[in-house]
């Protein structure tokens, strides 16, 4: 296999990651389940990152994106109209919107998650016609200038190669322990003297999935959305990770009852892997130019084909509390993990099904992803330090898949943390 291994060490560009934590070549994948060259088994605990909420080659979906290219469906149409595209309107607004009475109208950007939130930064500059943003710490929004600006991984930021400006970034919900720090962003706004204008818009996740798993409360939620109003500040909520069904329910921030101005939506939007994205735009703020933000493929149709089948999930509440079930049972295994090996130093972090454990012994969480890769689990780590393990399996996986990957998991944490110390 490390002979295989040898065209991508060779050809491929230094910048890949993935390949480096996961040394395998892949050859299958099928539900919460994928196979490499060597026919040795996984089990897909890492979900594309969030973009496979629905698992890997779902037979619906595919059926309908078979069906749809073997007609000549059309493939590429820029942002003409076409039948895929139009199907997926009507069904997004009669599914998703009407149900939830939220009100956006549909922009669709490049596919990407970057493109959708550098369009939402766009449009909020354009509408309120300030520059700053106001960001929050060990926020992710993506790797292009505008959206890597909002992103407080230093790493990260420093390859932009250029000062990242126009952005302040405040403390994310209970990043300082000892202080309200919507108090402190409250001060900011109303001093003069602060040196913090007041911005076009604040962007946020509801849960921080690259920054370490972070929830926020409700409370927290809400109160940045009335900070929001008093100011004539746009609301942007990041769902790009978070959403379609990750947390529990299709947005992330419905259980905290709040109404972004604009939502930035890809990742597992298309639901089987194509790249997709939305931005939804209150309708009294679409004010961008015909053209004015655009791209080639911004009409991918075939992940128009597929992400309408997707919605079938969400026709009524049966999908929504099977997530539940089985979010309550991965996070009470997470927190057996805590309370059974203190040698973690661990908390359980997250909601629903984006969820992990943050440790305290510095590179331990790496150490047990390698070892249940090792072992036949895929997963991955978060957070500034990658001090968070953490759960991404499918919200489609059965609840037989879920205890076979709690049982890697387990093994390898105790394989690491009991093994004899050499001296």
Known sequence: MNEDMNIFNTLESEVRSYVRSFPTIFTKAKGYKMWDKAGKEYLDFFAGAGALNYGHNHPKMKEKLIEYITSDGITHSLDMASTAKAEFLNKFNDVILKPRELDYKIMFPGPTGTNTVESALKLARKVTGRTDIISFTNGFHGMTIGSLSVTGNSMKRKGAGIPLQNVVTFPYDNYVDDQNSLDY????????????????????????????????????LKKIESICKRWGILLIVDDVQAGVGRTGTFFSFETAGIKPDIVCLSKSLSGYGLPFAVTLIRPDIDKFAPGEHNGTFRGNNHAFVTATAALDFWKDDTFEKEIKVKSEMIYSFLQKLVDTYPELKGEVRGRGFMVGIASEVDGLSNKIAAKAFENGLIMETSGPKDEVFKLFPPLTIDEQGLKQGFEVIENSIRSIVKEPVTI
């Open 185 to 220: 962003l409250e001060r900011f706004l109303e001093d003069s003297g602060s040196g913090v204008a007041i911005p076009a818009a604040m962007i946020l996740e509801t849960v921080q999935g690259e920054g370490g798993i972070n929830a926020a409360s409700p409370e927290w």
